[in-house]
């Protein structure tokens, strides 16, 4: 897959068959989107483009721009679309500027100026433009005067995409990360950078690596103790291996209940790791955060958690 970043600089496309949208997930929903999208392009020989935008238009023209929780960074957005089979992925800033184009200017100046598109897909509640009055409507008026061709995505693919995403997003707050699981097609990540913490856990036998999320968008699931995987990739290609874990969020109300963190204790592992970026992978949630009256039954607890991850991830 080729990815895009600057639209005044787009190879010519064969025969492109385009699609647009966040594809926050891109989960089972958005794989019928793009297997639609892949079966228009195969009928026509030309190659599959999807547009998406950077940052998520929420964080620019929404009501309440930092409320924007995402399942995905760019980053991961870019590797999942990848494996989805996609020929050409173009990232488009989003300013408040592109934002305040009128739908016209949109489609004339903006998706057939630098796409030259030969079919449009697209769900029948897309919105552009100007305080998004652009409209699939507009669109048609296009596609009669065979500008290019307009496919709608059918209404049941699009409510089960958005239904998809609103379920996953509550399935992760609430800590159901196997029904997040299902929904997306696969478990649950993250990655973060590995910072120093009080390494209160060195001292009870269970040492942590305590972790800042690289993208301060991405949701957090439930604060409670996961079984989870962990892979480094900055060690790259066939040396990041997959280890497993376990892994906390939450307040440590047995500690000092203060501040919000993600530690996550490593098996059988004992490098430094200081400075390094992880990708956690979130298998099961064994059980809600809670407070213990010290730390010896604290310790007892991570000792019972560790054999229990241990079981669910087959270690």
């Keep these: ?55 998520h238009p929420r964080r620019i023209v929404g009501k309440d721009p930092q409320s924007v929780q995402l399942l995905n960074s760019l980053t991961e957005k870019i590797g999942l ?10 990232v488009v800033p989003f300013t408040q500027e592109f934002a305040a184009q009128t739908p016209k200017a949109y489609v004339e100046e903006f998706l057939v100026r630098y796409f030259h598109p030969n079919t449009i897909i697209i769900g ?5 433009g100007q305080n998004r009055t652009g409209d699939f409507h507009l669109l048609e008026e296009y596609a009669i005067k065979q500008v290019f061709n307009l496919v709608e995505i059918p209404a049941r693919l699009l409510e089960e995409a958005t239904i998809s995403s609103t379920r996953i997003r509550q399935a992760l707050l609430q800590g159901d990360v196997k029904m997040a699981a299902s929904l997306l097609g696969y478990p649950y990540f993250f990655e973060g950078l590995v910072v120093k913490g009080n390494q209160l856990g060195r001292t009870i036998g269970f ?24 892979e480094r990739p900055e060690l790259g290609p066939g040396k990041n291996g997959e280890l497993k874990g376990m892994m906390n969020i939450g307040v440590r109300p047995t500690v000092d209940g203060l501040n919000r963190v993600i530690e996550v204790h490593i098996f059988d592992f004992n490098e430094n790791i200081y400075g390094e970026t992880l990708r956690v992978t979130v ?18 607890q991570l000792a019972k958690d560790r054999i229990d991850s241990k079981d669910k991830l087959g270690a």
């Design 1 to 55: 897959m080729q990815v895009h970043r600057n639209i005044s600089n787009l190879p010519e496309f064969r025969n492109a068959i385009i699609t647009i949208g966040t594809f926050d997930g891109v989960h089972i929903g958005h794989i019928s989107i793009i297997n639609q999208l892949k079966a228009e392009a195969k009928k026509v020989s030309g190659e599959t483009v999807i547009i998406t935008f950077h940052p």
């Design 81 to 90: 679309l990848e494996a989805a089979g996609i020929d050409h992925l173009v």
């Design 124 to 128: 029948y509640d897309h919105r552009f």
């Design 207 to 230: 040492p942590t690596a305590n972790l800042v999320l690289t993208d301060n968008e991405k949701l957090i699931p439930a604060n409670g103790v996961y079984a989870v995987t962990v």
């Design 283 to 300: 298998i099961h949630r064994l059980r809600a955060e809670q407070k213990f009256e010290g730390l010896e039954a604290l310790k007892k």
